[in-house]
DNA sequence: ACGCTCGCATCAGGTGGGAAACGG
DNA sequence: CCGTTTCCCACCTGATGCGAGCGT
């Protein structure tokens, strides 16, 4: 039922880092240690380098070991369940759905609890393909950067992108089989917060009643977990509202309330190959949560810090930077993330407060957000804690370690490394309604892929088609398989893996971030001629989307196949 | 003539700021 | 009255369409 994983850093992350293009010759540690790419800032961006390779050395295993929070999130202490009636996106509302997660969600929070308690250990497999998922958090540095600050997410009534918005790279699934992957938002404490005095601070009771949408399934569910784990998997068109009557574009909408702290949570469901759920369903969920990507909806932005962040590193809002030029006409290799400090308007419109580590009251929330052992004690974390966390900045200089932990039957140890961003977390079983699943159709995607080679799991073709989901916001997946699945491979971004879904992983965080419309005009290019040469813009999440041609396949064949 | 690439123009939509409106 | 929300604005990105230029 389980199989038994276990990565090693030598066989694993630095294999997975091999960039497909570049020869391999290049790991995500070797660029942040060199400082060659990934150095910038010191930090780099999440790079997804393929999927790991079993080793039993456990004195130099690092990442993909997973830990699970269970529990994490906050539960309205009513009791009523978690999920309103409003949980369902797109597809009917599922009793099923509620009452698994109720139970295994409903874990009451007193404050002060740590929201984090220690994982449990082992989590759940699919068993059904044997794999045990293993999700990495992209643009990891930036989203650490907001959170030092306690990242606000601006919700209106038309709804407003996340920024950063979530972006993961998966591995450990099976290949053939097919999955759901959605986002769901959820009260992350039971706290009403006020941002006061500088501060966010607590201010009564969390509304708990909230009804609305809280989750927002990827576009491309279904599919196989091939095609998850070639790319990166972006949510960067999830919106947020405080619309509760919308109900428009609601399978865009998450539906949240002012001043309530929320922590989104991943979502991997298992199907089957005709799109239904198993009966098994709690085998076959598995759920990530990355504290860092907590956040408190504001309808206008309260911290200053998060404002300036926003405007430095999101390319919409770049007209509202002031220091544009003298920012933005550097070569890429002197573009730097603007460094707070440096910024001219680090000065100009919060003096002296400006990117300071502020005191969080409500601190040991986020403190205790990580489990303490999930820790080394050695000055060497896994995720910073919020006030003194580790500097962004710092991160070139940064190892992030997880205790080795026994995960269930694996051997799983976790030697992230902070560049690298390689950062899974844990997952817990949870279901997903069969009604939910009923009409989920998969896609048999790509059976003679050079994937294959290299995967843990079982890659056996599987050839039935079947229709599109009638609840699906994707466009008929038959279609898309019958007429353009095959080339999807070759040449086709995903329906909605537009180029601006796919902000390359593999750049330098300022590049995948900030300077995201570079890339993009790169990538564009590039599926007229391949243009994308440089080094890096290579990974499995960008170029997958760009391996249109057979010399770039011939280069992800070999990646992958060594 | 045809197909392809490239550059430009256009337009839809995303962004934070700030003023006004709202509500307790 | 004060905190919060809404609306509009200017600026920007990104997708798309069109035509010119070029090669076959």
Request: proline share 8%; hydrophobic share 30%; net charge neutral.
């Amino acid at each position: 039922m389980l199989k038994t994983e276990s990565f090693s850093s030598k066989g694993s992350v630095e294999e997975r880092c091999k960039s497909p293009l570049s020869g391999g010759k290049e790991t995500a540690a070797a660029a942040a240690a060199s400082g060659s790419g990934y150095a910038e800032a010191g930090f780099g961006p999440q790079r997804y380098c393929g999927p790991p390779k079993a080793s039993t050395d456990s004195t130099t295993t690092r990442s993909f070991i997973t830990y699970s929070p269970g529990g994490s999130i906050y539960a309205a202490p009513s009791g009523t369940a978690r999920y309103p009636t409003s949980l369902h996106l797109g597809y009917p509302p599922s009793a099923a759905l509620r009452s698994h997660f109720s139970p295994t969600y409903q874990m009451g929070q007193s404050p002060g609890q740590s929201l984090y308690p220690p994982y449990s250990g082992s989590g759940p497999a699919l068993d059904g393909a044997g794999a045990r998922a293993h999700v990495y958090l992209c643009k990891q540095p930036l989203w650490l950067k907001f959170h030092r600050h306690q990242t606000e997410m601006i919700i209106t009534k038309q709804g407003r992108r996340m920024f950063p918005f979530l972006s993961f790279n998966m591995a450990g699934l099976s290949l053939t089989a097919h999955y759901n992957v959605f986002v769901e938002v959820a009260l992350a404490d039971p706290n009403h917060w006020r941002f006061q005095g500088g501060k966010w601070v607590t201010c009564g009771k969390a509304d708990s009643s909230s009804q609305g949408n809280k989750l927002y399934m990827h576009p491309e569910s279904p599919n196989t977990g091939a095609h998850w784990m070639r790319q990166e998997t972006s949510f960067s068109k999830l919106k947020l509202t405080n619309n509760k009557g919308s109900t428009q574009s609601i399978s865009q909408m998450i539906v949240l309330l002012s001043l309530h702290k929320y922590q989104p949570r991943l979502h991997i469901v298992e199907v089957t190959e005709n799109g239904v759920e198993d009966i098994d369903v709690d085998a076959k969920t598995q759920t990530f949560v990355f504290p860092e990507t907590q956040f408190i909806a504001v309808t206008a932005y309260q911290n200053t810090d998060i404002t300036q962040l926003k405007i430095d590193h999101n390319p919409f809002a770049k007209g509202f930077r002031d220091n544009y030029d003298s920012m933005y006409t550097a070569s890429d290799n002197e573009r730097l993330t603007p460094s707070p400090t440096d910024s001219p308007r680090a000065h100009q419109i919060v003096p002296g407060a400006r990117y300071n580590v502020q005191p969080l009251l409500g601190d040991h929330h986020f403190v205790n957000n990580f489990p303490p052992s999930r820790l080394y004690d050695g000055g060497e974390r896994a995720v910073p804690q919020s006030n003194g966390l580790l500097s962004a900045e710092d991160g070139a200089s940064q190892r992030w370690f997880v205790t080795p932990v026994q995960h269930g039957t694996s051997g799983h140890k976790y030697e992230g490394d902070y560049s690298s961003s390689l950062l899974p977390y844990a997952m817990k079983s949870l279901t997903v309604p069969p009604a939910a699943a009923s009409h989920h159709h998969g896609l048999s995607y790509f059976p003679d892929s050079p994937f294959s080679h290299d995967m843990p799991n079982a890659w056996a073709p599987r050839g039935a088609m079947t229709p599109s989901l009638p609840w699906s916001p994707r466009p008929g997946l038959t279609d898309a398989h019958s007429e353009k699945a095959k080339p999807h491979l070759e040449n086709e971004p995903t329906g909605a893996g537009s180029w601006a879904d796919t902000q390359p992983s593999c750049l330098p965080l300022d590049k995948s971030d900030s300077y995201a419309p570079a890339c993009s005009k790169q990538r564009h290019l590039s599926t007229k001629g391949m243009k994308c040469d440089d080094a890096a813009c290579v990974s499995a999440g960008s170029f997958s989307k760009d391996a249109h041609s057979s010399k770039a396949m011939a280069a992800y064949y070999s990646f992958y196949t060594g």
